[in-house]
C-alpha cells in the first residue's frame, strides 16, 4: 500500500503543503498500524450478532463445494444467502481451519483486519485527490466514524463490502487518471478490486455505470478541447478496449467467490433486483415510529446518515460542497469552461465528481425509489468511506484556503482537528465495543436517540450481559465452588448468549424453567419478561441489555 509515483506526481497545487508530505503519509502508516493493534487487542469484546451465524454456515458450504469438487451444490439453496457473494465467509471458513481462536472470534478479528484494509483504500484515495494532508484527514475521519468501525468486527456482509467498495472506487479513479491508455497495471489491480467488491454484495455493480459516466465526461473534455469526433471516438475505443481486461479479472474474481453469480449470467441481476424489492416483514425506527421494512419514507436514508455520522465528516461535507460550488461559479464567470481539455488537472474533476456520485448517487436512488432497508444506514455503509474521503477534501481545501491569508490560521486548524479528533476518540472510547450505536449531537447523542432511532439492533451487548452475569453468579457463591446448573432465557438472538455461557449455565427456551434471562432492549424485548433486573449494560445512560433474576418466581409457584 505504499503511495505510487501516480499518487505523488499528481497532487494539485497548493494542495496537502507538499513539503508536509512526507509527515502526513507517516501519520498515516502510524494510526494504521495503531488500529491494526487495536483489532488485535479488542476483537474478543465483540459479540456474535444477529446474521453471523447463518453466513458462518453459508461460508462452510461454500468451502464444501470446492472441497467436494462442485458436488455439494447445498450453499446455493440455503435460506437467501446465494443472492450474496462469499468472500469474507469462504475465507473465514478456510481461516477457521487452521486458527487458534474460536470459530466466531475467528470471523471478528478477520472483520476488524477487513475495516483496516478498507481504511488503507480511503487514506490511498484521497491522497490520489488531494494530496497527503487529504489521504490522511480521509483515514482519520473514517476510523473516528463509529458506523464504520463499529459495524467491522461482527457485520459479515455490509462492512466488508464498504472496504472492497473503497477500493474499487480507487481503482476506477486511476482508470479514469489514465484516460485514455489506463496502464496494465492499473486495469488488473481495477479488475482485482471491483471483483472483491463483487464477490460480496451485487450493489458493485454500480461501478460500472459510474465508469460510463466517467469515460461520457472525458469525451466530452475532448470535444472541447478541440479534438474532431472521429479522434474522440478512436479515444473511447482505445479506454474501452483496455478495460476489457479488467472486466474479465472482476468477473472471474467474483465466479470465485460467488459461484451462483456464474451459473447464470443474468443471476447477478436477478439477486439485485431480489434485494431491490425484498418483502421482508421487519419494523424499523424512524423518529420514535415503527415502520414496515418495506415501506418506509423517502427521507429514512437521508435522516438516518444526518444523525449517525459524526459532526466533523458533516462539517467536511459542507465545506466540500461549498468548495465545489465556488469552482464552478468561478469557472463558468471568470476561468476556461468546465472540463475545457483531458490533462491531468480537468481529469481530476471528473474524479471528484466520480466519487461524489459514488457517496450520493445510492441515497438519491434510495429516496426515490425506496427499496427495503432496515437498522439505520446499515445497507448503505458501502457510501460512508467516499464520504469521508469528500469531507476530507472539504476540510483540507478549507484548510489551504485559511492558510493563504495567515499561515496562523493553519495551526489554529489543526488544534482545533486535534482537539475534535481526540474528542471522538474518547466518545468511542465510552462506546466500545457498542460503537456502531454512535449518534451524534443532532439527536443528543445516544441518550436522545433512544426511542427514536435503533440502537443495538445487532444484539452486540448481548456478550457483555452474559460476562457479568457469570461475574454475578461468582460473587454470588462467594469462595464456594459453583455445583448447580443455572438455566438462561434469551431474548435475542440465542447464540449471541448461549455460545458464551460457562460450564455451570445452560441456554433453554422455556422460560419456566429459566433461571435468568439475558435481553437487548431493542423493540424493548426485556419488558416481556418478569424478574428482577440485576444488571443493565449501559452507554451514555441508555440500557443495551439488560440481566433478569427469575429465581424468586420459580421459588413462588412450587
Not at 44 to 65: M, P, R
Not at 66 to 73: K, M, P
Not at 371 to 394: K, Q, S, W
Given at each position: ?353 466520480l466519487v461524489a456520485l459514488a457517496a450520493f448517487f445510492p441515497v438519491a436512488f434510495f429516496v426515490v425509489f425506496r427499496p427495503t432497508a432496515y437498522n439505520g444506514i446499515r445497507h448503505f455503509l458501502f457510501v460512508v468511506p467516499p464520504m469521508a474521503v469528500l469531507a476530507a477534501l472539504g476540510i483540507d481545501r478549507l484548510w489551504s484556503f485559511l492558510e493563504s491569508f495567515d499561515a496562523r490560521l493553519g495551526r489554529v486548524c489543526t488544534a482545533v482537528l486535534t482537539a475534535v479528533f481526540v474528542v471522538q476518540m474518547w466518545i468511542m472510547g465510552q462506546l466500545h465495543p457498542d460503537e456502531y450505536v454512535y449518534y451524534n449531537l443532532l439527536t443528543g447523542g445516544v441518550k436522545g436517540a433512544a426511542g427514536a432511532y435503533e440502537l443495538d439492533y445487532w444484539g452486540n451487548s448481548l ?96
Amino acid at each position: 500500500m505504499k503511495p505510487t509515483a501516480n499518487d505523488a506526481g499528481r497532487v494539485p497545487v497548493g494542495v496537502g503543503q507538499p513539503r508536509w508530505g512526507g509527515v502526513f503519509d507517516d501519520l498515516a502508516w502510524i494510526a494504521l498500524l495503531a488500529v491494526g493493534v487495536l483489532v488485535v487487542l479488542t476483537f474478543q469484546d465483540y459479540g456474535i450478532t444477529t446474521d453471523e451465524e447463518v453466513q458462518n454456515v453459508y461460508g462452510i458450504k461454500l468451502l464444501s463445494f470446492y472441497t467436494s469438487l462442485f458436488r455439494d451444490t447445498s450453499a446455493f439453496h440455503y435460506l437467501d444467502l446465494y443472492r450474496y457473494g462469499g468472500l469474507f465467509d469462504l475465507v473465514a471458513a478456510i481461516v477457521n481451519l487452521v486458527s487458534p481462536f474460536g470459530e466466531y472470534e475467528t470471523r471478528h478479528i478477520l472483520g476488524g483486519l477487513s475495516g483496516v484494509i478498507g481504511l488503507a483504500g480511503a487514506w490511498r484515495l484521497g491522497r490520489h485527490l488531494g494530496g497527503p494532508r487529504a489521504g490522511f484527514l480521509s483515514l482519520m475521519l473514517l476510523v473516528l466514524t463509529p458506523a464504520y468501525y463499529g459495524h467491522s468486527f461482527n457485520n459479515p456482509k455490509d462492512a466488508p463490502f464498504a472496504a472492497a467498495m473503497v477500493w474499487a472506487i480507487y481503482g476506477m479513479c486511476r482508470v479514469v487518471s489514465e484516460f485514455p491508455v489506463p496502464s496494465v497495471r492499473t486495469v488488473v489491480l481495477f479488475g482485482l478490486w471491483l471483483g472483491c467488491a463483487l464477490g460480496i454484495r451485487v450493489a458493485a455493480l454500480l461501478i460500472g455505470p459510474y465508469l460510463a459516466v466517467g469515460l461520457m465526461l472525458f469525451l466530452l473534455a475532448g470535444w472541447r478541447a478541440g479534438r474532431n469526433a472521429a479522434t474522440a471516438g478512436r479515444h473511447v475505443a482505445t479506454a474501452v478496449r483496455r478495460l476489457l481486461p479488467g472486466f474479465a479479472i472482476a468477473y472471474g474474481v467474483m465466479g470465485l467467490f460467488w459461484p451462483w453469480a456464474v451459473m447464470n449470467p443474468i443471476n447477478p441481476i436477478r439477486a439485485l433486483i431480489g434485494f431491490s424489492t425484498y418483502p421482508i416483514n421487519l419494523d424499523t425506527l424512524v423518529g420514535g415510529l415503527w415502520v414496515k421494512a418495506y415501506a418506509l419514507p423517502r427521507d429514512y436514508l437521508p435522516d438516518y446518515l444526518l444523525v449517525n455520522l459524526p459532526e466533523v465528516v458533516l462539517f467536511g461535507l459542507v465545506a466540500a460542497i461549498v468548495a465545489g460550488t465556488a469552482w464552478a461559479i468561478g469557472r463558468l464567470r471568470h476561468g476556461p469552461r468546465f472540463l475545457a481539455g483531458t490533462d491531468v488537472a480537468e481529469l481530476r474533476h471528473v474524479e471528484f465528481m466520480l466519487v461524489a456520485l459514488a457517496a450520493f448517487f445510492p441515497v438519491a436512488f434510495f429516496v426515490v425509489f425506496r427499496p427495503t432497508a432496515y437498522n439505520g444506514i446499515r445497507h448503505f455503509l458501502f457510501v460512508v468511506p467516499p464520504m469521508a474521503v469528500l469531507a476530507a477534501l472539504g476540510i483540507d481545501r478549507l484548510w489551504s484556503f485559511l492558510e493563504s491569508f495567515d499561515a496562523r490560521l493553519g495551526r489554529v486548524c489543526t488544534a482545533v482537528l486535534t482537539a475534535v479528533f481526540v474528542v471522538q476518540m474518547w466518545i468511542m472510547g465510552q462506546l466500545h465495543p457498542d460503537e456502531y450505536v454512535y449518534y451524534n449531537l443532532l439527536t443528543g447523542g445516544v441518550k436522545g436517540a433512544a426511542g427514536a432511532y435503533e440502537l443495538d439492533y445487532w444484539g452486540n451487548s448481548l456478550l457483555e450481559a452474559t460476562k457479568d452475569l457469570a461475574d454475578y453468579i461468582a460473587m454470588e457463591s462467594g469462595d464456594k465452588p459453583i455445583t448447580r446448573i443455572y438455566k438462561v432465557a434469551v431474548c435475542g438472538h440465542r447464540l449471541a448468549v448461549a455460545y458464551y455461557l460457562p460450564e455451570y449455565m445452560v441456554y433453554t427456551r422455556n422460560l419456566d424453567e429459566a433461571d435468568f434471562v439475558v435481553s437487548f432492549t431493542q423493540t424493548n424485548c426485556e419488558r416481556r419478561y418478569q424478574g428482577r433486573q440485576i444488571i443493565s449494560v449501559n452507554r451514555f445512560g441508555v440500557a443495551l441489555s439488560v440481566v433478569k433474576d427469575r429465581r424468586y418466581l420459580k421459588d413462588r409457584s412450587k
